[in-house]
């Protein structure tokens, strides 16, 4: 009785190249650094065994999904839900599904997402990176002709499409703003660095603002984006001997912490501490105070992220001169949450 030889899987190649399996996956998928002795390993095994890949190991130029893949930082902040509704909508309508995926704020998982939507066959990307100058994941993208558009993500780099507005030039605005209302002391509350080049650009923006005015740029609070409670962290920036009258905060959801820590410690806003958002989501209109903030045209960047992405996809390599930043207008929504500097420093409750 004749026996059938099991064909190889990619646990078998795992084990023989003594990585993990998550490694032979993104070697598979030209995601791993081409020359480190995990990626020479994993290659050797593949030729010893014989081991066939099924759709990881399949390029985007065999194979046609008529699906893109759509990578996000966070399911959680609705100013994402904007750029997700213009991709679908415009995806649809030329016949494209959407595989959607978020990181969580997490460098470390972008890979890995990136990982599973080639696994099934999506045929580009629209996604979002901490950091779109400095990334290995989009080095690997780069080597290997995936055809992306980033969204919100403003790169120096100009060999790499993306839609987005101008982070640094919107920050500046708000500066002028909270100047225009006899703010000279104003702090800047943002989400970490580390997580979102956003970020860095919006605090950039304020510190040139500031220093072009003749003003002293306060250190950056850093926070984490989804965090609801920053009591703590504002009753800190306020205890020092000049506390800042304005906050410019680099999200709207940072924004709407902030003003219930406000709330928290007895201060009215904007009677006593003004404050300004970043991302012009619906909810933080209906707030009253209502929020003011540069409001970005969420839906048209997904638009135009995915009108971008099927002509890359269309192009292939004499796409070139589509591989530049598009840069989108923003606009301010002057809310209800600046005003006047206050006479007199409010008085803190003592902590708890």
Request: proline residues 7%; contains cysteine.
């Given at each position: 009785?004749?026996?059938?030889?099991?064909?190889?899987?990619?646990?078998?190649?795992?084990?023989?190249?003594e990585?993990?399996?998550?490694?032979?996956?993104?070697?598979?998928?030209?995601?791993?650094?081409?020359?480190?002795?995990?990626t020479?390993?994993?290659?050797?095994?593949?030729?010893?065994?014989?081991?066939?890949?099924?759709?990881?190991?399949?390029?985007?130029?065999?194979?046609?999904?008529?699906?893109i893949?759509?990578?996000?930082?966070?399911?959680?902040?609705?100013?994402?839900?904007?750029?997700v509704?213009?991709v679908?909508?415009?995806?649809?309508?030329?016949?494209?599904?959407?595989?959607?995926?978020?990181?969580?704020?997490?460098?470390?998982?972008?890979?890995?997402?990136?990982?599973?939507?080639?696994?099934?066959y999506?045929?580009?990307?629209?996604?979002?990176?901490?950091?779109s100058?400095?990334?290995?994941?989009?080095?690997?993208?780069?080597?290997?002709?995936?055809?992306?558009?980033?969204?919100?993500?403003?790169?120096?780099?100009?060999?790499?499409?993306a839609?987005?507005?101008?982070?640094?030039a919107a920050?500046?605005?708000?500066?002028?703003?909270?100047?225009?209302?006899?703010?000279?002391?104003?702090?800047?509350?943002?989400?970490q660095?580390?997580?979102s080049?956003?970020?860095?650009?919006?605090?950039?923006?304020?510190?040139?603002?500031?220093?072009?005015?003749?003003?002293?740029?306060?250190?950056?609070?850093?926070?984490?984006?989804?965090?609801t409670?920053?009591?703590?962290?504002?009753?800190?920036?306020?205890?020092?001997p000049?506390?800042?009258?304005?906050?410019?905060?680099?999200t709207?959801?940072?924004?709407?912490?902030?003003?219930?820590?406000?709330?928290?410690?007895?201060?009215e806003?904007?009677?006593?501490?003004?404050?300004?958002?970043?991302?012009?989501?619906?909810?933080?209109?209906?707030?009253?105070?209502?929020?003011?903030?540069?409001?970005?045209?969420?839906e048209?960047?997904?638009?135009?992220?995915?009108a971008?992405?099927?002509?890359?996809?269309a192009?292939?390599e004499?796409?070139?001169?589509?591989?530049?930043?598009?840069?989108?207008?923003?606009?301010?929504?002057?809310?209800?949450?600046?005003?006047?500097?206050?006479?007199?420093?409010?008085?803190?409750?003592?902590?708890?």
């Amino acid at each position: 009785m004749s026996s059938v030889k099991t064909p190889p899987t990619i646990r078998t190649v795992a084990a023989r190249a003594e990585v993990s399996v998550a490694t032979v996956s993104r070697v598979v998928n030209g995601l791993a650094p081409p020359h480190s002795p995990a990626t020479q390993r994993v290659r050797e095994a593949i030729k010893e065994l014989g081991f066939r890949p099924n759709r990881l190991g399949r390029g985007l130029k065999t194979a046609r999904s008529s699906t893109i893949g759509l990578v996000i930082p966070s399911l959680a902040n609705p100013v994402f839900a904007g750029s997700v509704q213009g991709v679908q909508a415009a995806a649809r309508a030329a016949g494209y599904g959407v595989l959607l995926t978020a990181t969580n704020y997490d460098k470390g998982e972008e890979a890995g997402a990136v990982e599973t939507l080639l696994s099934h066959y999506v045929d580009g990307l629209i996604l979002t990176v901490a950091k779109s100058d400095d990334s290995e994941l989009l080095d690997a993208l780069d080597e290997r002709e995936v055809p992306y558009v980033l969204v919100y993500n403003q790169p120096s780099v100009r060999h790499r499409a993306a839609v987005t507005v101008d982070n640094v030039a919107a920050a500046r605005e708000v500066v002028e703003l909270l100047k225009s209302y006899g703010h000279d002391r104003i702090g800047m509350v943002a989400g970490q660095f580390c997580d979102s080049d956003r970020a860095r650009l919006r605090w950039l923006g304020y510190d040139d603002a500031m220093l072009r005015a003749g003003l002293e740029p306060d250190p950056v609070i850093e926070v984490a984006f989804e965090a609801t409670d920053l009591t703590q962290e504002i009753r800190d920036a306020l205890s020092v001997p000049e506390p800042p009258t304005a906050l410019f905060c680099s999200t709207d959801l940072i924004a709407v912490a902030v003003m219930g820590a406000a709330t928290r410690l007895g201060l009215e806003v904007p009677r006593d501490l003004s404050v300004v958002g970043f991302d012009g989501i619906a909810m933080t209109a209906a707030l009253r105070p209502q929020l003011t903030t540069i409001v970005q045209p969420t839906e048209t960047m997904g638009r135009e992220a995915f009108a971008l992405l099927a002509k890359l996809m269309a192009s292939g390599e004499e796409a070139e001169s589509l591989r530049a930043p598009t840069l989108l207008s923003h606009s301010l929504r002057r809310g209800e949450t600046v005003g006047p500097v206050r006479t007199g420093r409010p008085k803190l409750p003592p902590p708890v």
